[in-house]
């Protein structure tokens, strides 16, 4: 059986080639009555784009790359959820690669995606020291930092102010009359969590606390729940607890929560608990979590939207440098 090509689509909707092409491609460009004739014919035909055929000729496919440094976060969950969006609404596909927060993965998966020529890749770098973004962008591929700020003038990049969060965070405490504290957080090679940190601190000197006598670090090897209750555990066997806590992100918090109440420890009574990402299941916990919301969709929307214009227009693109501002969620971890 012949293959119904772009010809028999054109010729059986009664426009150019060109606009069949647009349909598919740029529907925008195309009124409302011509695209509906060109998809009614695409159904009755029974037309199947050759995007193989299609990527040889432009050197590209229609996907982009999204690497996340941990898809079991619901975190990065939200954002990649935005990225589709756009991406679905441009007619390009999402591929989504895990780094697990490590350099090696993530070489693996920029290879891939290089291997795959897709049209640019979205990043939440394991270490930026390590993101070849000169080698990629010489071989055609956008490139846009995501949930991170670049330092590079030529670069885009979308985040949010991690540091005023973490002062956001600290200031409810202090305001509550707390004056002993605990940062429960994953490594401080990631930035997000050093400059949460940061604001803690900041917020902190403000207040006149010493920091040497008024905060401990507790770091764990990763930014999920089970560290979260390794945190709480070796807190609990110091024998000698803090008054407030501000975790590096909710699934820690939720971790440190579940293990506390285990002891007998009384949230927020005994200690007043903060999150990070005030993601859905904070605010379904048996103790609802106060947390610092992140406009995690828009993020993944934005950082989206900036790589389809540098890739569509690499020399024009002016690039940005995206910072949204977060907000506290103020619930009964904090206040009974």
Do not use: W
Not at 155 to 180: F, K, M, P, W
């Amino acid at each position: 059986m012949a293959t119904t090509g772009i010809k028999e689509v054109a010729r059986h909707a009664g426009v150019s080639i060109g606009t069949v092409s647009n349909v598919l491609n740029r529907p925008d460009r195309v009124s409302e009555a011509t695209r509906k004739r060109v998809l009614d014919a695409i159904e009755h035909l029974g037309f199947v784009r050759n995007d193989s055929a299609r990527s040889l000729r432009s050197g590209r496919t229609n996907a982009l790359g999204l690497i996340v440094l941990d898809v079991a976060n619901p975190f990065f969950t939200d954002v990649a959820r935005g990225v589709e969006d756009v991406s679905s609404r441009n007619g390009s596909v999402v591929i989504l690669c895990n780094s697990d927060d490590s350099v090696d993965k993530q070489e693996t998966y920029l290879q891939v995606l290089q291997e795959q020529r897709v049209r640019g890749v979205l990043v939440t770098p394991a270490h930026e020291s390590a993101l070849p973004i000169d080698g990629l962008r010489s071989r055609g591929m956008a490139v846009v930092l995501l949930d991170r700020s670049g330092d590079r003038p030529d670069l885009c990049s979308v985040a949010v102010d991690d540091e005023a969060g973490g002062q956001l965070a600290t200031d409810h405490l202090l305001a509550a009359g707390h004056d002993d504290f605990a940062f429960v957080s994953g490594p401080l090679t990631i930035r997000q969590c050093e400059e949460r940190r940061r604001g803690m601190r900041r917020a902190l000197r403000g207040a006149g606390l010493r920091l040497g006598t008024a905060v401990r670090d507790v770091l764990v090897p990763a930014m999920n729940a089970r560290s979260g209750a390794e945190a709480a555990r070796r807190l609990l066997a110091g024998g000698d607890l803090p008054r407030a806590v501000l975790c590096a992100n909710d699934l820690l918090a939720m971790g440190f929560m579940r293990e506390m109440l285990r002891a007998g420890v009384r949230i927020p009574e005994d200690i007043a608990l903060v999150g990070y990402d005030d993601i859905e299941f904070a605010g379904a916990a048996a103790i609802p979590i106060t947390s610092v919301r992140q406009p995690t969709y828009q993020l993944g929307q934005t950082a989206a939207e900036l790589l389809l214009d540098e890739y569509e227009n690499p020399e024009a693109h002016a690039h940005q440098q995206v910072i949204f501002q977060p907000e506290l969620v103020v619930r009964e971890s904090t206040t009974g």
